[in-house]
């Protein structure tokens, strides 16, 4: 994280927030600044009330444990399961958690960190963020937060934020940074922006390359996204920019608006499916019906895992398939081999034969 800031990253053996307590216990903890991701697993099972508890206790002690450092909660981070049932009450849940979470922090005097940011973009299995995107942000995230406490300045931050502050008019005792929202903060233009792909504008700017589909819990989210300094700062931008009455202009105008719409829509909706080339695969020689099957299990295992994660009986029936998997292609290939011999054993003694003649 930091290149010249002694950072101990600790991932526990029990991924729970009864595993951050056992770590605190055996005393192996020892910072001026300690953060926690803990939660979401323990929110798959048990009310967002009761996690919230078990992190107060946490937080308990390891105030007791280590008095002078800083504590730092980061929020449960999103789900995305195959599952939309599962996902929706997950998503509830994270939603109602998080939000005793920031009421826990002001209690304690906690810091807390927030990842609204996060999309379905940023995950590589809908659970685990990927080295591409997710961790990236994820980072950016925490050291929004941890970079006052340690002393460490952000030039990125310093220019943006020299950038949009704004000196206050004379005579003007209340004076807001971000006028009020106008109608374009209406969510029928984001459900339009959803089939925007359907128009006929050029592609060049107006092409979303993805599909996204309007959910209950949307609603909320476009709140929550339109209520951040970057959004509102996006759109005054926009509607600031003085653009030419040309087709360069118009150009550069739907280019903007088209980003301020794709920003909204990834992070309000669901993202269904991107629209990427598939490379083709060649099918092997050794391959056959028998062996497609087996794949086809293989896979089906490995979706129903990634949704029960700590199901034992399904994991040792993954393991099981994937071990025959392998079996079969060793098998497949050795009895390849021998028809390829079989077949030019003929062309072989023919071969000698005319050598012999000569």
């Known amino acids: 994280m930091y290149r010249f800031k002694k950072v101990s990253i600790t991932t526990l053996r029990?991924?729970?927030?009864?595993?951050?307590?056992?770590?605190?216990?055996?005393?192996?903890?020892?910072?001026?600044?300690?953060?926690?991701?803990?939660?979401?697993?323990?929110?798959?099972?048990?009310?967002?009330?009761?996690?919230?508890?078990?992190?107060?206790?946490?937080?308990?002690?390891?105030?007791?444990?280590?008095?002078?450092s800083q504590i730092i909660?980061?929020?449960?981070?999103?789900?995305?399961?195959?599952?939309?049932?599962?996902?929706?009450?997950?998503?509830?849940?994270?939603?109602?958690?998080?939000?005793?979470?920031?009421?826990?922090?002001?209690?304690?005097?906690?810091?807390?960190?927030?990842?609204?940011?996060?999309?379905?973009?940023?995950?590589?299995?809908?659970?685990?963020?990927?080295?591409?995107?997710?961790?990236?942000?994820?980072?950016?995230?925490?050291?929004?937060?941890?970079?006052?406490?340690?002393?460490?300045?952000?030039?990125?931050?310093?220019?943006?934020?020299?950038?949009?502050?704004?000196?206050?008019?004379?005579g003007a005792s209340n004076f807001t940074r971000y006028r009020q929202p106008n109608k374009m903060y209406n969510n029928s233009l984001l459900k339009g922006c959803i089939s925007m792909q359907n128009m006929n504008i050029d592609r060049k700017y107006s092409e979303i390359d993805m599909t996204f589909k309007w959910e209950t819990i949307s609603k909320e989210k476009l709140y929550t996204v339109l209520e951040e300094s970057s959004t509102r700062d996006e759109i005054l931008g926009y509607e600031n920019t003085p653009f030419e009455i040309n087709c360069s202009g118009v150009e550069r105008a739907e280019q903007q608006l088209n980003n301020i719409f794709k920003t909204l829509t990834m992070r309000s909706c669901k993202i269904i499916k991107s629209f990427r080339k598939k490379k083709l695969k060649k099918k092997k020689p050794w391959e056959?019906?028998?062996?497609?099957?087996?794949?086809?299990?293989?896979?089906?295992?490995?979706?129903?895992?990634?949704?029960?994660?700590?199901?034992?009986?399904?994991?040792?029936?993954?393991?099981g398939h994937c071990k025959l998997c392998k079996k079969l292609i060793k098998r497949k290939k050795i009895n390849l081999k021998r028809k390829y011999l079989v077949s030019f054993q003929p062309l072989e003694i023919q071969i000698l034969n005319n050598i012999g003649n000569y």
Do not use: W
């Open 14 to 68: 029990d991924k729970t927030i009864q595993g951050a307590k056992e770590f605190l216990e055996t005393g192996k903890m020892n910072a001026k600044n300690i953060l926690f991701q803990v939660g979401s697993n323990d929110l798959e099972v048990i009310q967002p009330k009761n996690v919230v508890e078990e992190i107060e206790q946490l937080i308990i002690d390891t105030k007791k444990s280590l008095p002078k």
């Open 73 to 170: 909660i980061s929020q449960i981070l999103p789900r995305f399961y195959r599952n939309q049932n599962l996902e929706q009450e997950y998503e509830v849940k994270k939603v109602e958690c998080n939000q005793l979470l920031y009421e826990l922090c002001k209690r304690y005097e906690a810091y807390y960190v927030q990842h609204e940011n996060l999309t379905q973009v940023h995950f590589q299995d809908g659970i685990h963020l990927n080295k591409q995107r997710g961790i990236k942000l994820y980072v950016r995230n925490l050291k929004e937060i941890v970079n006052p406490l340690i002393g460490v300045k952000s030039d990125d931050q310093d220019s943006s934020r020299n950038h949009h502050v704004r000196e206050k008019p004379d």
């Open 288 to 319: 056959d019906r028998e062996l497609a099957d087996v794949k086809k299990t293989v896979s089906n295992l490995a979706k129903l895992l990634r949704i029960n994660p700590y199901n034992l009986n399904l994991r040792n029936n993954f393991l």
